[in-house]
Nanobody, 125 residues
Framework: QVQLVESGGGLVQAGGSLRLSCAAS????????MAWFRQAPGMEREFVAA??????NYANSVKGRFTISRDNAKNMVFLQMDSLKPEDTAVYYC????????????????????WGQGTQVTVSS
C-alpha cells in the first residue's frame, strides 16, 4: 500500500515554471513506478510523465519542457515544469504502480492503482 500527497501547484504566467512534488508513504517506494497525470476542465485525464529507476516516459505534449525525477531516499517524486503554456492548465495527479520494470513504465491510467488527491496548476496567458 502507498499513499500519495501532491503539492506545489499554483498560478503562473505563460513561459514560467513550477515544480510539483509528491510525497509517498510506504517502505517499498523504490519498487513503484511513479507517474504524473493531469485533467483539464471538461477533458479526460491524460498521461504526463512516468519514472522507474533511470527509465522515464513522457507525453509528446510535454517532452523537452517537463522533467520527472525522484528521490528514493525521501520517498518523493517531482515534476519540473518549464516553458508553461495555458494549455498546461489542469489538476495534476501523482500515481503509483508496481506494474513496471527497468526499461518500461506504463502510460495507461488503469495500470496505476494508487492516486493522490491532485494539485491545481493554472497558467495564465
Amino acid at each position: 500500500q502507498v499513499q500519495l500527497v501532491e503539492s506545489g501547484g499554483g498560478l503562473v504566467q505563460a513561459g514560467g515554471s513550477l515544480r510539483l512534488s509528491c510525497a509517498a508513504s510506504g517502505r517499498t517506494f523504490t519498487s513503484y513506478a511513479m507517474a504524473w497525470f493531469r485533467q483539464a476542465p471538461g477533458m479526460e485525464r491524460e498521461f504526463v510523465a512516468a519514472i522507474i529507476w533511470s527509465t522515464t516516459n513522457y507525453a509528446n505534449s510535454v517532452k523537452g519542457r517537463f522533467t520527472i525525477s525522484r528521490d528514493n531516499a525521501k520517498n518523493m517524486v517531482f515534476l519540473q515544469m518549464d516553458s508553461l503554456k495555458p494549455e498546461d492548465t489542469a489538476v495534476y495527479y501523482c500515481a503509483a504502480t508496481l506494474d513496471a520494470k527497468l526499461g518500461y513504465v506504463p502510460s495507461l491510467q488503469y495500470k496505476y492503482g494508487y492516486w493522490g488527491q491532485g494539485t491545481q496548476v493554472t497558467v495564465s496567458s
